[in-house]
């Protein structure tokens, strides 16, 4: 088995190993493995011989390392259209995202008329003790014009080592003056989960990627819940992964795991027997048998499948919404030194029952489909889903995924959660809840 850095969805710390043939004589086993490799070191010639005639004649001098970086991107994108090549910078951003913490400030931002304008302060962090505020618009970032930035670079300008000082040059609505924000970088998580009771008797969990800490999160959420409402009066939970693109395969696992008391939760097969790996579920339910409905949607895919699957195939929870995205596979993510990473997918996963939702997603056990209001119904909301996508994996004849991604922003418009919430009060009845069928409600 190789050693790697961190499995998409999975968290496997290690390091990056490669084979050492010991026997050169054993290379080729039999003739048509030597014919093959012959065939493969005539490629790689072709490569070499390109690879020369651009570097002589483009009409502009290029960059070796970028041919060889662009070569690389092109071999892995035409492998399927999650493998790909990160240099050593989106590597980076990459392991940032999946560890769930990084340096930074805690301002969440978006592009405004060249600028950038505060969204918002995430709380306890450098920004919201500043007094940054939404509607704030950055225009300097330590002296430097923003203007002419794109948002990627300027997110890079405010993020850096903890405990290092950064200057914001701010627009602030109603201040005729330019108001200068002096901040020193701190650590800030990036929250994945997000929870609240509902009615006083229901607990709804927003769960919006897999990252480092998410079960931490939804555990303490749980624990927050249940000693807020008093158990007889806690009518269950809802778990929220609609618009979840998914992320680290462990905390899936885990996440699943808190709703289960035994069984499998997944498995994952890569192309030899000996990679496949199943993760069971260990004794206790942290919710404690109460009800479980998981709210799915086309943005839901990878990890946020696994979970729904999980829970759909033991029957612990219903799931409601419409279809996922169907993203059935796992990325590898290969560590190259200091020349960034590779995303390569190395395996398929299967629920419980067997089934790989591989460009099929997974289908509701109660299907309601969210409304769409007049001034959005010339927008389209709908995901491909895998099997609209160019060079997926693909899954047998019947590969049908995605479906709208639109959740409505006011609570009294969005049907899938109400539907959700009216079957734990018992307003609604379904013969799909608690767990035992399919129907389907439009």
């Known amino acids: 088995m190789r050693k790697v850095s961190l499995v998409l969805f999975g968290a496997v710390l290690g390091a990056t190993a490669a084979g050492v043939a010991t026997k050169p004589q054993a290379f080729f086993g039999t003739v048509a493995e030597a014919a093959g490799a012959s065939d493969t070191y005539k490629q790689l010639n072709l490569f070499g011989d390109v690879f020369e005639r651009v570097r002589a004649d483009y009409v502009e001098k290029p960059e070796d390392g970028k041919l060889i970086e662009g070569a690389i991107s092109g071999m892995l994108a035409g492998l399927d259209p999650h493998s790909s090549y990160m240099d050593a910078k989106q590597f980076k951003d990459m392991r940032q995202s999946t560890d769930g913490e990084f340096g930074g400030l805690g301002i969440r931002v978006q592009m405004f008329e060249k600028l950038i304008r505060v969204e918002g302060a995430i709380d306890d962090t450098p920004a919201a003790r500043a007094g940054i505020r939404a509607k704030d618009v950055i225009t300097q970032l330590d002296g430097q014009q923003v203007e002419g930035l794109t948002l990627e670079q300027a997110v890079d300008k405010m993020r850096g080592p903890v405990g290092t000082p950064i200057t914001l040059t701010i627009q602030r609505e109603g201040v005729e003056k330019p108001v200068e924000v002096k901040l020193v970088r701190d650590k800030i998580k990036?929250?994945?989960?997000?929870?609240?009771?509902?009615?006083?008797?229901?607990?709804?969990?927003?769960?919006?990627?897999?990252?480092?800490?998410?079960?931490?999160?939804?555990?303490?959420?749980?624990?927050?819940?249940?000693?807020?409402?008093?158990?007889?009066?806690?009518?269950?939970?809802?778990?929220?992964?609609?618009?979840?693109?998914?992320?680290?395969?462990?905390?899936?696992i885990a996440v699943s795991d808190a709703f289960l008391e035994r069984g499998e939760i997944v498995t994952t097969r890569g192309r030899n027997p000996d990679e496949s790996q199943r993760y069971n579920a260990r004794p206790g339910d942290l919710a404690k048998g109460k009800p479980v409905i998981v709210l799915t949607n086309g943005g839901s895919?990878?990890?946020?499948?696994?979970?729904a699957g999980a829970l759909q195939d033991h029957k612990r929870a219903t799931v409601l919404g419409t279809r996922s995205?169907?993203?059935?596979?796992?990325?590898?993510?290969?560590?190259?030194?200091?020349?960034?990473a590779i995303r390569l997918t190395t395996a398929r996963y299967y629920t419980p029952s067997g089934k790989s939702i591989q460009a099929k997603g997974i289908v509701p056990d109660i299907e309601v489909k969210q409304e769409l209001p007049e001034e959005m119904k010339d927008k389209d909301f709908d995901t491909k889903g895998e099997a609209g996508l160019k060079g997926h994996l693909k899954n047998g004849d019947d590969e049908a995924?995605?479906?709208?991604?639109?959740?409505?922003?006011?609570?009294?418009?969005?049907?899938?959660?109400?539907?959700?919430?009216?079957?734990?009060?018992?307003?609604?009845?379904?013969a799909a809840f608690p767990p035992s069928g399919k129907t389907s409600a439009n």
């Open 301 to 307: 895919a990878s990890a946020s499948e696994i979970v």
């Open 190 to 252: 990036l929250d994945s989960v997000k929870w609240e009771i509902v009615n006083d008797d229901i607990g709804y969990i927003r769960i919006s990627q897999f990252n480092a800490i998410t079960f931490e999160q939804m555990n303490k959420g749980l624990d927050q819940i249940e000693d807020k409402v008093p158990g007889d009066k806690l009518k269950g939970f809802i778990i929220d992964l609609r618009n979840n693109p998914g992320g680290m395969l462990d905390q899936a």
């Open 401 to 430: 995924s995605g479906s709208s991604a639109y959740v409505p922003a006011e609570r009294k418009d969005d049907k899938q959660l109400n539907y959700a919430l009216d079957l734990l009060h018992g307003i609604q009845s379904n």
């Open 325 to 340: 995205f169907g993203k059935g596979s796992v990325q590898t993510i290969i560590p190259l030194g200091g020349n960034g």
